[in-house]
């Protein structure tokens, strides 16, 4: 079993930059790939960003492409979300999650790609 927990949520202004980390326990980060979504108040949960779990394939979404950066690191069992130039737009609460079992190209941004969760963060930004 897989637990996963988010850090690093807050409120911020227009501008501002955040760090998320989700904690990963119960298995061995490098054998798993993970991924970043969102949901805002109202919405669908939306993909964010996904890596492969070698880690040499990054993925991102339209809306966060230039602005968010994907890392892990293997020895922390640890995932970062880098937010840069955050905007109203990316207020919602941010979850982790991560697949056990591969996730193909054509299927990373899913949420059926993957089968663990975190309880998710919260990040506000103001303008």
């Known amino acids: 079993q897989v637990q996963l927990v988010e850090s690093g949520g807050g409120s911020v202004q227009a501008g501002d930059s955040l760090t998320l980390s989700c904690a990963v326990s119960?298995?061995?980060?490098?054998?798993?790939?993970m991924a970043w979504f969102r949901q805002a108040p109202g919405k669908e949960r939306e993909y964010v960003s996904a890596?492969?779990?070698?880690?040499?394939?990054?993925y991102y979404a339209d809306a966060v492409k230039g602005r968010f950066t994907i890392s892990r690191d293997n020895a922390k069992n640890t995932v970062t979300l880098q937010m840069n130039s955050l905007g109203p737009e990316d207020t919602a609460i941010y979850y982790c999650?991560?697949?056990?079992?591969?996730?193909?190209?054509?299927?990373?941004?899913?949420?059926?790609?993957?089968?663990?969760w975190g309880p998710g963060t919260q990040v506000t930004v103001s303008s």
């Open positions: 999650a991560s697949s056990s079992g591969g996730v193909i190209l054509s299927a990373v941004s899913s949420r059926n790609a993957y089968n663990y």
């Open positions: 119960g298995r061995t980060l490098r054998n798993l790939d």
């Open positions: 890596m492969r779990r070698s880690g040499g394939y990054k």
